[in-house]
């Protein structure tokens, strides 16, 4: 009696080995380090970035522990924190803005770990440090954006449809439409009132002055806030998309209230590169190639992306903007030829078919507009040399193709060169797109002191509850006690194991999460123990251990399935800290129930199995 199989054993060891292992690179301290990427995102760092950045560490004599190309950017780990600052101030005063640079902290994982999947836990902003932006997006841009555009629809409508109009134009957020007639003034007000009808209600607040044959209008609350959600909805996937470009480590992109993106770089502890990133959002024009009957006014020089010696005119109205845009991939013409597959929504597609129907044959360009910084090297009040950046926005064309068919919602871009280059373009499409302008109304840096010490008193506290729940259990409960002490010490080993195979981010919350699965683990212990107790007033010990174990779990096994509901419960609704500790706690669970139940008994089966038992200390 009370003996397990040697495949329940076997069992055991298999998780506690794997646990372990996947556990163990956390023991392993970080570097300093940091990593290098273009500013320009079509570009991958290469071989000759790296003989650039080799060239500037031997002339300034800087101690670099290793340099490695790594996804698309060049990472340089440092053994002192010195070095790392040393090197990313000089990298940065050599090549300005040709490249991005982010401080960042690089494991140092034995290879043999790596190749097998472990790496350590993820940290949190609260203990690894970073920077935290809180962004406004600026809605009255986006819906004022939406306005020449709509008046343009709407004026090619009513010319096609024949309603004549002597004066229009857009008056602060509203459109005014003054019509030549009577007759003109009804129509064209009956077109109106059919364009506002939506599925959750009207489009448009409209004023009718039919003394003037003059119609005023705008968007109603319900189209604003759809332009709010989309703008920011569309921000916040731009966003995401571009602060990964780094690498950050878990990096935390959402939203919060009705028109605010919360960025948090976890391990990042330089702002200005931070906003460099955020800065590299985008937006994308799609307009018309200007013509011999074009007027001067009505139409722009660019140059091209990839050949600045090539340039080409553009009409200034914009037809569609790449907040339209919905899907881009890449596909191949008739000839084997690279292109590029654009979806644009039902109010982008409306917008190209009207702009296409009668310019089949002329070409369509689409213009990359991006935010850009531009940086020099200047004095500040002291007399200290620093790095000064000024904004600017630079608009290029990526793509100039002949419009072959009246296009709708779906059409494709040829003439984008290689396969490479045509996947980078559908990556900008997909990608960089900005609804709408935002602006830093917070910004805060957590410095890595203030998380190394959240670190060492989360671990304290952790250490503190351990040994007082060892010294409890080993009073009370003797050789019993220091089996689920054993068993404690394992839980804690597998909960990292497994958050550091799920890649779960470890937070300050979460570390009080671990601290109440400590508790608990215990407590599912103190049951079975105090069961063995009530067996033993009625059975012989072997017995009273056996059934123990059995009756106990069914307790143990209820209590814990409720809390783990709990725990999925706040994990689904919650955010940030809430979650942190909902991971935490819903992992302790598991393996608490685990080590408690499982591994005690294998310990105590292995101490008592099988032995006559005269009598049980317990």
Not at 48 to 58: A, G, R
Not at 141 to 155: C, H
Not at 522 to 548: M, T, W, Y
Request: glycine letters at 8%; one cysteine or more.
């Amino acid at each position: 009696m009370n003996r397990f199989s040697y495949t329940k054993y076997f069992f055991i060891l298999t998780v506690l080995i794997t646990g372990f292992l996947y556990a163990l690179p956390n023991i392993f301290p970080t570097q300093p380090a940091i990593q290098i990427a273009y500013t320009d995102s079509g570009k991958s760092a290469d071989q000759t970035l790296k003989n650039e950045i080799d060239e500037i560490i031997l002339n300034n004599s800087i101690a670099v522990d290793e340099v490695f190309l790594r996804d698309n950017k060049l990472v340089l780990k440092f053994t002192e924190l010195d070095e790392q600052l040393k090197a990313k101030t000089l990298i940065q005063k050599s090549l300005l803005d040709k490249v991005i640079i982010a401080l960042n902290l690089e494991p140092s994982t034995p290879d043999w770990l790596k190749n097998i999947g472990g790496k350590p836990l993820k940290l949190g902003l609260d203990l690894s440090g970073g920077v935290h932006f809180l962004l406004e997006v600026d809605v009255d841009t986006a819906i004022e954006a939406r306005l020449d555009p709509l008046l343009d629809s709407f004026r090619k409508t009513f010319q096609d449809e024949g309603i004549n109009i002597s004066k229009s134009s857009v008056d602060g957020m509203q459109l005014s439409f003054t019509f030549k007639d009577d007759a003109s003034y009804q129509k064209g007000l009956q077109n109106i009132q059919a364009d506002s009808i939506l599925p959750t209600g009207t489009q448009y607040i409209i004023y009718e002055k039919p003394s003037s044959n003059t119609i005023n209008f705008e968007y109603s609350d319900i189209a604003k806030k759809e332009v709010r959600d989309y703008a920011v909805g569309q921000n916040l996937i731009t966003l995401r998309n571009r602060v990964n470009e780094l690498g950050v480590s878990e990096p935390v992109v959402q939203r919060e209230g009705a028109n605010r993106i919360v960025v948090e770089l976890p391990g990042v502890q330089d702002p200005t590169s931070a906003k460099k990133i955020i800065g590299k959002t985008a937006n994308l024009e799609f307009r018309l190639e200007a013509n011999s009957r074009t007027s001067p006014l009505r139409k722009e020089r660019f140059e091209f992306k990839e050949d600045q010696m090539r340039t080409a005119f553009l009409e200034r109205a914009v037809i569609v903007s790449g907040d339209r845009v919905t899907n881009a991939n890449t596909g191949f013409d008739e000839n084997g030829m690279s292109q590029v597959n654009i979806t644009l929504d039902m109010q982008g597609g409306r917008a190209m078919q009207k702009a296409t129907s009668g310019n089949i044959g002329r070409r369509l360009g689409v213009l990359f507009v991006e935010q850009k910084s531009r940086s020099r090297i200047g004095f500040d009040e002291g007399g200290n040399e620093v790095i000064k950046q000024t904004s600017y926005i630079e608009k290029k064309i990526i793509s100039l193709a002949t419009v072959q068919d009246v296009l709708g919602t779906s059409f494709r871009i040829t003439g984008v060169g290689s396969p490479q280059e045509a996947s980078e373009l559908a990556l900008l499409l997909r990608a960089g797109a900005l609804a709408a302008p935002m602006k830093f109304v917070e910004e805060r840096t957590v410095g890595p002191s203030l998380g190394k010490e959240n670190i060492e008193l989360g671990m304290r506290s952790i250490i503190i509850g351990f040994i007082l729940v060892i010294a409890f259990m080993t009073f009370y409960y003797r050789v019993f006690g220091l089996a689920a002490n054993v068993s404690l010490l394992l839980n804690l080993v597998l909960i990292t194991g497994v958050m550091s195979m799920l890649g779960a981010t470890l937070t300050l919350p979460g570390i009080a999460g671990i601290v109440l699965t400590v508790g608990m683990a215990v407590d599912a212990n103190v049951l079975i123990f105090s069961r063995i107790r009530e067996e033993l007033k009625e059975k012989e010990p072997q017995s009273a251990i056996h059934d123990g174990f059995s009756r106990a779990f069914i307790t143990i096994f209820d209590a814990n399935i409720t809390t783990l509901i709990a725990a999925l419960i706040l994990y689904v609704i919650g955010t940030g800290p809430v979650k942190g500790f909902a991971i935490t706690l819903s992992i302790g669970i598991v393996t608490s129930m685990f080590t408690a139940i499982m591994c005690t008994r294998a310990m105590v089966n292995m101490i008592y199995g099988n032995k006559n038992i005269k009598e049980l200390k317990i």
